[in-house]
């Protein structure tokens, strides 16, 4: 272009009058964006690694510059936003990354990038830079819960750093204590049939619980400890490869950094330099480039998963049964019903927390079926407790 030519300006896009539907899509806009920011904001005050922190300070400045879009947009058209705060999912999330660690929350968010990656492509009021902003963090937040690394500079520890989380325990937790919770429920309703709600319903309760509890938590012991047992077996083999075909392991290795990027020849010097280090080192390159494992987890701890699928079973279990240990006969049967009905009705919420589906659907959704279930075992308790008088 020559000095004297000047440059034509990009001509703004003429939008459409603002209507009422767009002001509502404006507004779900903006609160899911304060709802990142102030998400994300958090994970940066909780993360211990600093490069995690500064990947969530920069995911905030990120969202930021989104939520002043959609405050814009909804100020031009004369909506007051200054009284919207974090939505009750936000701030549910909030309060477990605070009390039980970032790296719980962290698969939920990654699905949530992932079904809102494609929510600005045909919105014209969004900035040409948003639609990428969005599936660049759906990609981000799933290669941090599957524990594989992101690539770039920004993040130096992510791998391995939430392998732990991979299968969502946010998730597992609710749906935990959601199978105690109906499983004692149905039995609870099935002796009350059958005895009229006197003292055997009461133990029949607390047995069901104990035993459920207890197969939960020998069932996550075992699994989470097989795991473990293969996951260390594979790092033993590992070293011994290491120790008899240095060789094979270094072309390995070789392959793998060049499939991520790296060119032949880097990959090479990269791969003989840690293959022909220090063992240790080599081998837990190797368990987390060429297995996957992070060595110092291996899966994490058997006994804490099956004390937490314990803890779970029963804090779900206990619902239908303490009624029965102030009452007896019909009474207690209602208030069972009730205060069960309210416990599925609050285990539905926090599936949405995970979902971000409609809270009255989903809840509604498991009263219905809490009760059916409950329903059906009390009128087949009911025939027995005929039959067998």
């Known amino acids: 272009m020559s000095p004297k030519t000047k440059a034509t300006p990009t001509p703004t896009p003429t ?37 995690l922190k500064d990947f969530y300070r920069r995911m905030v400045e990120i969202e930021g510059v989104h939520e002043g879009v959609w405050r814009e947009r909804l100020a031009a058209a004369g909506v007051d936003t200054s009284r919207m705060h974090p939505a009750w999912r936000a701030r549910a999330l909030m309060f477990v990354a605070r009390h039980f660690g970032p790296q719980l929350v962290v698969p939920t968010i990654a699905e949530r990038e992932a079904s809102d990656q494609a929510m600005y492509d045909e919105q014209p009021e969004a900035l040409d830079r ?21 690539e770039g500079g920004t993040i130096a520890r992510i791998e391995g750093r939430h392998r732990g989380s991979g299968g969502n325990q946010l998730r597992a937790a609710v749906l935990g204590a959601n199978d105690g919770l109906v499983s004692n429920l149905s ?62 392991e270094e072309e390995e290795l070789t392959l793998i950094y060049q499939a991520k990027g790296l060119t032949a020849e880097q990959a090479r ?15 837990d390159t190797l368990a987390r480039e060429e297995l996957g494992i992070d060595p110092d987890e291996l899966g994490g701890s058997a006994w804490v998963a099956a ?60 009263v219905l079926l809490g009760m059916v279930a409950a329903a059906v075992t009390f009128g087949l308790g009911t025939l027995v407790g005929k039959a067998v008088g």
């Open 15 to 51: 939008l459409a009058p603002v209507t009422r539907a767009d002001i509502a899509r404006y507004r779900e806009n903006l609160q899911g964006e304060i709802d990142a920011v102030a998400l994300y904001a958090l994970l940066a005050e909780e993360e211990e690694s600093q490069a």
């Open 130 to 150: 948003m639609p990428g902003d969005e599936r660049s963090h759906a990609r981000l937040f799933r290669e941090l819960a599957g524990g594989r690394g992101v």
């Open 187 to 248: 039995l609870s309703m099935g002796v009350a049939g059958a005895s009229g709600g006197g003292n055997a319903v009461l133990v029949a309760g607390f047995a069901g619980l104990l035993a459920g509890a207890l197969s939960m938590a020998i069932g996550e012991w075992l699994s989470v400890q097989s795991a473990r047992e293969l996951y260390a077996h594979q790092v033993k083999v590992e070293r011994e490869e290491l120790l008899n075909v240095p060789d094979e």
């Open 269 to 283: 010097l990269m791969s003989k330099s840690i293959v022909g280090g220090e063992l240790g080192h080599a081998v």
């Open 307 to 366: 004390a937490t699928s314990f803890f779970l079973f029963a804090l779900g279990a206990i619902v239908p049964v303490s009624p029965f240990i102030f009452a007896s006969g019909l009474p207690a049967v209602v208030a069972s019903i009730v205060v069960s009905a309210a416990a599925l009705m609050l285990v539905g919420a926090a599936i949405t927390i995970v979902t971000g589906s409609s809270v009255l659907r989903t809840g509604g959704r498991q």
